[in-house]
């Protein structure tokens, strides 16, 4: 990437703001690729900024210039003196309880309290610990350290984590409920800046409303990366995009930005294009008379040309996928049949007594809290599938138990079932190449058919003979998208689909499912795409129940407002 400069409009003198976050002059290469050159920008008290680009466009990079986790090769960055940070290693504080976890994000407070401890479990304490213990008294009280341990669990609570958790070690926690915890502790103490990267993870949609809601109050600066569109769109006052080699700072939502975005590119081409035209006319002059006598009218065209050089646009790094799910041939009316479905892991109940019937062509989107029973739908539905094989749904769930404790499922005629897992790295076989792994999937299929697909799903030529041991997440799941592209089942069962996609992912993905003329089975946390693809909701309840809904989010909503 080129250099990298910031444009953001002027504000009026008379208002005035805090700047609590910038970098000056900040360079940062990795070998011969600069990423940052030269950057000079400031994030200000009370604004929420998105920060957008590309994969590889350096977005988390820059988070961690600003964090301090790393230094910049060049330049300065000056941050408050309280600073919360999303951590990304799940694994840090497993040693630590969850309560104690998410007060350590108090940097401040964490060292006062440890040391104050310290002095108290002395077995005799000195003239000098009790002046020390006055002093760190102090500190605690300053930082709210005497509601502490209520407010960390105000947090929790909010994040769906429950009382019996807030005690135990983090080792004892499942992976998203450790994310989770890990945002409280970025979000505990009031920090005067916020980093974010990729908060919504692992998160449904009840947490994700309610961090929206917290971060809208939160009168700091907060700077977040996420790939979902409805999350930016509801939070952010600004986007910092990273793009075209420069970072462009813009005034409102991911939508505004987009469409500024669209419409300056669009107004630079168009004038460009006037301007060609007129260059070209003067040039044909300058050619047809040159040798002759108006060389005073050939000079005047001459600096008349030099005059309107056109804008130089440098080349965007976004490239967006292109999905598109076909129909082998079309399943009947009644695609699926449930009555009186029952599942139990060992005592607890996930699923009570479910019945529903199916009819081609819905879009039915599967919501509730983490660990309600979504997948274990999904999976109870699998189980009798025509076409996912029960060693395919072994290897993603893990589990050897039946999946159904009771009840029927029963897949209607000519029902054809294409399967996008959660765990979806485990169905890609290691030890081939992408292309050999996809071509199993159609062996009718010419390596160029396959080399097609790739290059729809942003894989260079190349990339076709690469070895399935070495794909990361984005990959994996582009190239699931590759295999049911060339499948064309009649029937998708995604479980989490956007997870290790982008925005301009997620984009085609909506696009594609609202365009499929099959059934389709979609568990997501992400708002947009259950607003714009589902004609259908089944809800899972806390009671073990599903509410099952005829109709789109938006009448959900305002049913059970």
Not at 290 to 305: I, M
Not at 362 to 382: D, F, S, Y
Not at 492 to 499: A, M, S
């Amino acid at each position: 990437m080129g250099q990298l400069r910031t444009v953001s409009a002027e504000f009026p003198r008379s208002f005035s703001f805090k700047i609590m976050l910038s970098v000056s002059n900040v360079s940062m290469r990795f070998g011969a690729k600069i990423l940052f050159d030269e950057v000079s920008t400031a994030f200000t008290e009370g604004k929420r900024y998105g920060l957008t680009g590309p994969n590889g466009a350096g977005k988390s990079t820059f988070m961690k210039l600003l964090s301090g986790e790393n230094e910049p090769q060049k330049g300065t960055v000056v941050r408050p003196r309280k600073l919360g940070v999303l951590s990304q290693d799940q694994f840090a504080f497993d040693a630590h309880s969850v309560i104690d976890t998410v007060i350590m994000g108090n940097k401040r407070l964490w060292a006062a309290m440890q040391e104050r401890d310290a002095i108290y479990s002395k077995p005799e304490i000195t003239d000098e610990d009790g002046m020390k213990l006055g002093e760190l008294e102090g500190i605690v009280g300053e930082e709210d350290g005497y509601t502490a341990e209520s407010d960390a669990a105000i947090l929790l609570q909010g994040l769906d984590i429950p009382d019996d958790l807030h005690t135990r070690l983090m080792g004892e926690l499942q992976g998203g409920q450790k994310v989770r915890v890990l945002l409280a502790q970025a979000l505990f103490g009031h920090p005067q800046a916020l980093l974010l990267d990729e908060p919504t993870n692992h998160l449904d949609l009840d947490s994700i409303h309610w961090l929206q809601g917290f971060l809208n109050q939160y009168d700091g600066v907060v700077i977040v990366i996420s790939h979902d569109r409805h999350f930016l769109n509801s939070v952010c006052t600004h986007i910092a995009d990273i793009d075209y080699e420069t970072i462009i700072t813009y005034t409102g939502t991911y939508d505004d930005m987009v469409m500024a975005k669209t419409q300056v590119r669009s107004q630079i081409e168009s004038q460009n294009a006037q301007r060609e035209k007129k260059i070209a006319q003067l040039n044909e002059f300058i050619a047809r008379f040159a040798a002759g006598t108006r060389s005073s009218q050939v000079q005047s065209r001459r600096k008349e040309v030099e005059r309107l050089q056109v804008t130089e646009l440098a080349r965007s790094n976004i490239a967006r996928p292109y999905i598109k799910f076909d129909l082998k041939r079309p399943s009947g009316k009644h695609i699926l049949e449930i009555e009186g479905l029952r599942k139990s892991y060992d005592d607890k109940q996930v699923i009570r007594d479910f019945t529903a019937s199916v009819i081609r062509g819905e879009k039915i989107a599967l919501m509730g809290r983490n660990g309600a029973g979504k997948t274990t739908l999904v999976n109870a539905l699998l189980a009798t599938s025509p076409t996912v094989p029960e060693g395919e749904l072994r290897k993603t769930s893990g589990y050897d138990g039946p999946f159904l404790d009771g009840g029927k499922v029963a897949w209607g005629h000519e029902a054809a079932v294409g399967y996008f897992a959660q765990d979806h790295r485990a169905l890609i076989e290691k030890g081939t190449t992408v292309l050999e792994w996809l071509h199993q999937w159609d062996p009718s299929a010419s390596n160029e058919e396959i080399r097609g697909l790739l290059g729809q799903m942003l894989f260079i030529r190349e990339e076709a003979t690469k070895s399935t041991n070495v794909l990361s997440g984005g990959e994996a799941a582009r190239i699931l998208f590759c295999k049911l592209m060339l499948q064309k089942p009649n029937v998708l069962v995604l479980d989490e689909p956007t997870n290790h996609l982008d925005l301009e992912s997620i984009n085609a993905l909506n696009i594609a499912l609202q365009k499929f003329q099959g059934t389709v089975f979609l568990v997501t946390h992400d708002h947009d795409l259950i607003d714009e693809v589902a004609t259908r909701i089944w809800h899972f309840e806390s009671d073990h129940q599903i509410t099952d809904f005829k109709g789109a989010y938006e009448e959900y909503q305002t049913v059970h407002a």
